[in-house]
C-alpha cells in the first residue's frame, strides 16, 4: 500500500483489472490463461506461453 495510489483513486475502479473497459482480453480456451490483448495484434495469433494453443479474444 502506498500514499500514491491514492492520488487517482475514484478512476481505477471503473477500469477494473487489465486494460480499458475490460473488453480486449485474450483468453487460451484450453487452459485459461488470460492476457491483456494487444492492438493490431488479433488473439488468435498469439500462442499461449503456457500451454502453446492459440488464444482467442474474450470481447474482441
Ligand atoms: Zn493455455
Do not use: F, W
Not at 480499458?20 to 485474450?26: E, H, L, M, N, T
Not at 480456451?29 to 495484434?41: I, L, M, S, T
Not at 488473439?43 to 502453446?52: A, E, L, M, T, V
Amino acid at each position: 500500500m502506498t500514499i500514491g495510489d491514492q492520488a487517482g483513486g475514484g478512476r481505477v475502479l471503473s477500469g477494473r483489472g487489465l486494460g480499458p473497459a475490460g473488453s480486449s482480453i485474450c483468453v487460451c480456451p484450453k487452459c485459461d490463461y488470460k492476457e491483456a490483448h494487444k492492438r493490431g495484434v488479433p488473439c488468435n495469433q498469439i500462442s499461449c506461453p503456457k500451454c502453446g494453443t492459440k488464444m482467442r479474444g474474450e470481447n474482441c
